[in-house]
């Protein structure tokens, strides 16, 4: 986003799950950077993420909503909702696929933006002003052969994110999706080196994202400027995504 960044969210206040490192991390702090108030929710917040980081399983309806409860408590509103909080799982073929590894991996991916979704939504609407920006992937969309789990969830994600888009578009709450390939994150380190290499090597840029680069289109669908998007998914793809 062009210009001066410093003041564009000034007076907003944001949720950013799974923002204590990589993307979330980088998200957390570009808002930050544009003048937002940010509370960073993590199953581990780091200490680095600030005095606002709330101790936040996304997969627990109670602790999200607890967590809501607490920013409208020290800030007075809620403005903004980012998802990022994610998990990879193995990389094996589906006939091979642990069965309750598929489970958590739905239940973190793609339960937890619903729950958060619904925890959040009510306080958006209520201003009259909000943003939702889930965080997904190019998986989702591609369908990346042996992480059949993160496939189906991200998918799950932005098929979410257009229903919610839909449902709140007149309330002036906004609703969209960012669909990354990989990106140069610790959540790589959880796949095989062999599969990491295979995703580089669609890339017609022959390399990997970077968190910012992320952080940077998330800002803009945070801010004013987005305006007549809602329901839609974003790519940085690195020209793989072209649809």
């Not at 960044?5 to 544009?34: E, F």
């Not at 992480?147 to 002036?172: F, I």
């Amino acid at each position: 986003m062009a210009g001066d960044k410093s003041r564009v969210l000034a007076g907003r206040v944001a949720i950013v799950t799974g923002g204590s490192r990589g993307i979330g991390r980088a998200i957390a702090l570009a808002l930050g950077g544009a003048g937002a108030e940010v509370v960073v929710c993590d199953r581990d917040p780091l200490d680095e993420a600030g005095a606002d980081a709330l101790t936040v399983d996304v997969t627990d309806r109670a602790a999200l909503d607890g967590a809501v409860a607490k920013v409208l408590e020290r800030h007075g509103r809620l403005d903004i909702l980012v998802n990022n909080a994610g998990y990879a799982g193995s990389t094996v073929p589906v006939i091979d696929y642990p069965e309750d590894e598929w489970r958590r991996i739905l239940e973190v991916n793609l339960t937890g933006t619903f729950l958060a979704c619904k925890a959040a939504a009510p306080a958006l609407v209520a201003n009259g002003w909000g943003r939702i920006v889930n965080v997904a992937s190019l998986a989702g969309k591609e369908g990346t052969p042996n992480a059949s789990a993160y496939s189906a969830a991200k998918a799950g994600v932005l098929a979410l994110t257009k229903s919610l888009g839909k449902e709140l578009a007149t309330t002036g709450v906004l609703v969209n999706a960012v669909a990354p390939a990989a990106v140069r994150t610790s959540l790589l380190e959880q796949m095989a080196p062999e599969h990491v290499q295979t995703m580089i090597a669609k890339s017609p840029m022959q390399r990997l994202g970077e968190p910012e680069e992320v952080a940077e289109l998330v800002l803009w669908l945070c801010s004013p400027a987005c305006s007549f998007s809602t329901g839609a998914v974003f790519d940085l793809s690195g020209g793989r995504a072209v649809y």
